[in-house]
């Protein structure tokens, strides 16, 4: 069971990617996903989370106000709009699927149960 990021890629600083989830096959009740993301050396970080069941999304502090995400659940996708990227946003971003009713938006990896292969963002200056 493997959840399918794509959408990265390389962009100029102010600008501008939609990243995207898939679930494909997915049998597993998901009650939130979120995005995360691991620039070089650093360890793995929450950038953004949303319940499937109503829609609540959550932030980090870092890209409040400049990402965006959503959920269309009938085509078990998730997007993750980034505006205005800046060159600390570059990184591989992950999306991962907490399998818990408990979900209140947690953005600690150790919480969520199912991992995609990532893709990578590059913010030039």
């Known amino acids: 069971v493997q959840l399918v990021e794509s959408g990265g890629g390389l962009v100029q600083a102010g600008g501008s990617l939609r990243l995207s989830c898939a679930r494909p096959g997915f049998t597993v009740a998901t009650y939130g996903i979120g995005w995360f993301r691991q620039a070089p050396l650093k360890a793995r970080e929450g950038v953004s989370s949303?319940?499937?069941?109503?829609?609540?999304?959550y932030y980090a502090d870092s890209v409040k106000g400049r990402f965006t995400i959503t959920s269309d659940n009938n085509k078990d996708l998730v997007y993750l709009q980034m505006n205005n990227l800046k060159p600390e946003d570059t990184g591989v971003y992950y999306c991962?699927?907490?399998?818990?009713?408990?979900?209140?938006?947690?953005?600690?990896?150790?919480?969520?149960?199912?991992w995609g292969q990532g893709t990578q963002v590059t913010v030039s200056s």
């Open positions: 991962a699927a907490m399998a818990s009713r408990f979900f209140t938006g947690q953005l600690s990896e150790i919480e969520y149960d199912f």
């Open positions: 949303i319940s499937v069941s109503d829609g609540r999304t």
